[in-house]
């Protein structure tokens, strides 16, 4: 039987700041984490990254994952998980890779990602998976509360941004959980947010992951300044603007993400 506490001192798992550890310990919240990630969904396979000690790991097996696949950089973590693994033999797999690395695609299609992530890469993680989102059927990832506002964020939010666009064009976002900084171990200086990430049907356009990034990067590069004035490196301004239907004379924070979406199909025509 994996005793969570036990675990952490028996393998001496002090945690790293290096490596964005922030473990939760308590029991109950895990299980409701695991509950909010699986809800609705059968899932064939589960993908968690950075599984650190494995509370949250304990807890999705508990729940019925049927296959877990954990990704962890951290040497010491994947030594204490084969103890779970022993107790999921044919349900768990543990690797120790860097999931900046990791190869989604050997997991086949419809892949449930969960994960308490780091936050120092968590929304270069983010951006990985989200230019092959049809992997995937949901993401249910912690964030710190600021990323969490940016990733909800609509036109003339004060955190809107590339990634609220990027975001929007593929998928449906909401907030599930606010937690304390009082609910990790150690405690970050910052608020947490559980974010579920729900692909879309379709994307908003049918444009590629480069071009909407061109977009995005142009006009939020410079956001203070109006559309006219960014969107210059990529070539007439006005058009772009008319095609999205919004005046030149706005900001990258006015336009909606439907907007982002008309600009990116319309360049892309343009450069046929
Ligand atoms: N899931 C555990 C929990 O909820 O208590 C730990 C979460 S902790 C915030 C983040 C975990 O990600 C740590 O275990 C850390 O070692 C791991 N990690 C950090 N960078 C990683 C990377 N590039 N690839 C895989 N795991 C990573």
């Known amino acids: 039987m994996y005793v969570l506490k036990d675990v952490l001192q028996k393998y001496d798992l002090q ?20 509950r909010t990630a699986l809800v609705g969904l059968s899932p064939s396979v589960v993908l968690e990254v950075g599984p650190g000690p494995g509370g949250l790991t304990q807890a999705l097996l508990e729940e019925g ?5 954990a990704v962890e950089k951290d040497r010491r973590c994947v030594a204490a998980l084969a103890e779970l693994k022993a107790d999921y033999p044919q349900q768990l797999q543990v690797l120790n890779e860097d999931a900046l690395l990791f190869n989604e695609q050997t997991l086949g299609p419809d892949i449930c990602v969960v994960a ?41 939010d004060a955190a809107y941004g590339r990634l609220s666009v990027l975001t929007g064009w593929l998928a ?17 200086k910052v608020t947490s947010a559980l974010v579920r990430v729900t692909p879309k049907a379709a994307p908003l356009a049918d444009v590629s992951f480069q071009t909407m990034e061109r977009v995005t990067a142009a006009a939020f590069g410079q956001r203070r300044k109006m559309l ?26 006015n336009v909606p993400v439907d907007g982002f979406c008309k600009m990116a199909a319309f360049l892309e025509k343009m450069e046929k």
């Open 172 to 188: 449906d976002v909401s907030i599930e959980m606010i937690l304390p900084p009082a609910v990790f171990t150690p405690s970050p």
């Open 65 to 69: 994952v049927p296959r877990l696949v």
């Open 228 to 253: 006219r004035s960014s969107l210059k490196s990529l070539g007439e301004p006005e058009a772009l603007c008319a095609a999205a239907g919004v005046p030149v004379t706005d900001r990258a924070e």
């Open 116 to 156: 308490n992530l780091p936050y120092n890469v968590s929304t270069v993680l983010l951006v990985k998976w989200l230019k092959q989102i049809k992997r995937f059927s949901r993401l249910t990832l912690m964030f710190q509360k600021e990323v969490a506002e940016r990733l909800t964020a609509r036109e003339n």
């Open 15 to 34: 945690a790293k700041k290096s490596l964005g550890q922030n473990f939760i310990l308590d029991g109950n919240l895990l299980h409701k984490i695991a």
